[in-house]
């Protein structure tokens, strides 16, 4: 099975989301479908904005995004204090909706906070090129029950086709 | 595309803030001055034409969120023009779809605030 790897080391500033938006970009957008490329992005883009205001502004953020198959996994690691989930339930009550836009487009995501810092790691389930013409189609929402009715079927073959571990490039920004 | 935004005045104190490009946290604080401009220079009424934006995050629902909070209790509107599926849909899954009118157009998001600001100004409870 393929396995298509980027990752970067970014520096926690206001241009950070972006960057990630375009390994995202560089990885999948040559075959991948329009909508499963957004919402990737957008999933990378929270990801990455929240360790740039939540992280330390000493550190680096670590940012990864691979592709095996029809998954793909994002890796997002800041240094920093150790996050709550009760501080995260405050923020999403507040009004956060980064979360939520990534709980809805995730098929699983997790959090591992310890005193030196913080991973988020999100999977997805890429749909095919065919099925994502369709409007409304193409994220694959497979495991979370996208709430406004989107499809639930499984992805099937995503890109890249090509199959064995190949670690694009490493930079540092 | 490179991140751009302007505004123009719609007609019966309406404007319209056009924004194209990627809005994220590197540029929201940009669409969050200038929304705030035109609030402050009195329109009520805002169509967010996102027609040549080609990138939303959480950080512009916050901004848009924050003129609704100063629009609507002076009986005011926040509306957003949009046919991108990708974008309409990070409204539609924080169920901001519910919050603003979404129109596929300009052309329609314009008309319809044109209207809800001709009703206010006669003191009417626009339908929206």
């Not at chain 1, 550190?59 to 996050?83: C, H, K, M, Q, Y």
Request: charged content about 25%; aromatic content about 4%.
């Amino acid at each position: 099975m393929t396995r298509h790897v980027i990752r970067l080391l970014l520096v926690p500033e206001t241009d950070a989301p972006a960057r990630a938006r375009s390994a995202v970009s560089t990885l999948v957008g040559a075959s991948g479908d329009a909508s499963s490329v957004f919402a990737l992005q957008v999933v990378a883009s929270e990801l990455v904005k929240n360790a740039v205001i939540y992280g330390s502004k000493a550190g680096r953020i670590r940012f990864e995004v691979a592709l095996d198959g029809g998954l793909a996994e994002i890796r997002v690691t800041n240094s920093g204090r150790r996050i709550r989930m009760r501080g995260l339930r405050t923020h999403r009550r507040k009004g956060g909706r980064g979360l939520e836009i990534i709980d809805a487009l995730a098929s699983g995501w997790s959090i591992e906070s310890g005193p030196h810092g913080t991973t988020f790691c999100v999977k997805m389930t890429l749909v095919d090129t065919d099925e994502s013409q369709a409007p409304g189609r193409g994220f694959a929402a497979v495991e979370t029950g996208y709430r406004r009715g989107m499809s639930s079927r499984k992805g099937r073959s995503v890109v890249p086709r090509a199959v064995h571990e190949n670690v694009l490039g490493t930079t540092s920004g | 595309m490179e991140f751009r935004v302007f505004t123009s005045a719609l007609g019966n104190g309406a404007s319209s803030v056009v924004v194209g490009g990627e809005v994220d946290l590197s540029t929201a604080p940009e669409l969050k001055e200038v929304l705030t401009g035109v609030i402050d220079g009195g329109s009520r009424f805002v169509l967010v034409d996102l027609s040549r934006a080609t990138f939303i995050d959480s950080t512009t629902l916050g901004v848009l969120m924050g003129a609704v909070k100063r629009v609507r209790p002076e009986g005011g509107e926040i509306a957003i023009a949009c046919d991108d599926p990708n974008i309409r849909k990070i409204f539609e899954i924080t169920l901001l779809d519910r919050v603003f009118s979404i129109f596929d157009t300009p052309e329609e998001g314009s008309a319809h605030l044109r209207r809800a600001s001709q009703l206010s100004h006669r003191g009417v409870s626009s339908p929206s």
